[in-house]
């Protein structure tokens, strides 16, 4: 599309965060707008900041783990703007805790929202886009893709099982070339996740790190990429360093990590726990950002440092291979 007005745009998890920040951006693109969420008068109040904007919006209370629910959000797209244009999977949810001190129930719902949330997405809107012979699925993944999670561990298996759906899916459509399936891949962001997030650790949740993205900022790639559609679109500068580093030394990546997670959770004051937002949505958390302005744990500075370590040190190995003559064995 060389434009976005008149688009038909179909966004999951649109309450707040992110998704609240993409329908804002889309409508002032003059897109026609389709929210889902479960937060029905939060959707509303959303939605008429977008009609405030030029757009055309529909709302659509949606529950992204109930697969029959997502393919009404689908119908009631095509039923109200007959067609759809962008889908932009967005909705999820998070719970921190030791693993095994982490409910099951807990771990399940994490999966059901980050993985087959965008499962259900995919299975709804891919049909439409075939009838079509285009359209352009969005999927809001993670640094938590590349990267281990200590006390996130369901997180981070939802967002690896995320790329992998990705992946397989665009080698899938290889012979429709006018289907774009895209994964936009923020690191730590300041929205009022923290605020929602299910909490088994015992200790308060408190974002340390200088280093996030904003919530504007992820809206903005994803409006270029369904304009300009690519594969992967990293947000900032943290995703694409822990990627290197956790392709070049992933091991160092787990201890440094399990480490330094293990030392903010120990300095963190008492809390107890809550399930969040898993199970119901909650009344808090309402806007674009989370007010944190620092939104990763205490654990990723060294991450980055890690991952910056780990490319130097592979970097340096190369010149020294060449410098020396000597060829890359590998055994």
């Known amino acids: 599309m060389r434009t976005l007005q008149g688009a038909a745009v179909v966004i999951t998890g649109a309450s707040s965060g992110i998704g609240r920040a993409t329908a804002q951006a889309f409508a002032r693109q003059g897109a026609r707008l389709v929210l ?56 999820g949810v998070g719970a921190l805790g030791r693993f095994e001190e982490t409910p099951i129930e807990a771990h399940h719902r994490v999966i059901e929202t980050n993985l087959f949330g965008p499962l259900h997405g995919a299975y709804a809107v891919l049909p439409v886009f075939r ?40 080698a899938e459509l290889v012979d429709e070339p006018g289907i774009h399936v895209c994964g936009v891949y923020p690191s730590f962001t300041d929205t009022p996740g923290m605020t929602h997030g299910a909490n088994y650790t015992g200790h308060e949740l408190q974002p340390e790190s200088s280093f996030h993205d904003d919530p504007e900022d992820v809206a903005e790639t994803i409006v270029a990429l369904a304009l300009k559609p690519r594969a992967q679109a990293m947000v900032g500068a943290l995703t694409p360093l822990t990627r290197l580093g956790h392709a070049v030394a992933p091991r160092l ?56 370590a780990a490319a130097a040190a592979a970097a340096y190995a190369g010149y020294a291979r060449r410098q020396h003559g000597h060829p890359d064995r590998r055994h």
């Not at 809550?274 to 939104?295: I, S």
């Open 36 to 91: 889902a969420a479960r937060r029905e008068g939060l959707l509303d109040e959303v939605a008429e900041e977008c009609r405030g904007l030029g757009a055309e919006v529909a709302v659509e209370p949606t529950d992204v783990t109930d697969a029959d629910a997502v393919k009404r959000l689908a119908d009631r797209a095509v039923q109200a703007f007959g067609t759809i244009d962008v889908w932009v999977s967005n909705a």
């Open 131 to 170: 009838r079509q012979g285009r359209g352009v699925l969005i999927n809001t993944v993670s640094v938590g893709a590349w990267a281990p999670a200590p006390y996130a561990a369901a997180y981070a298996a939802s967002k690896f099982g995320l790329e992998g759906l990705l992946e397989s899916l665009r």
């Open 253 to 308: 990546m787990e201890k440094i990590a399990g480490h330094g997670a293990h030392r903010h959770f120990g300095r963190t004051p008492p809390a107890p726990t809550t399930d969040g937002n898993l199970f119901e949505p909650m009344e808090q958390g309402r806007g674009v950002t989370g007010g944190y302005k620092t939104a990763p744990p205490g654990w990723v500075s060294p991450l980055v440092v890690a991952s910056v």
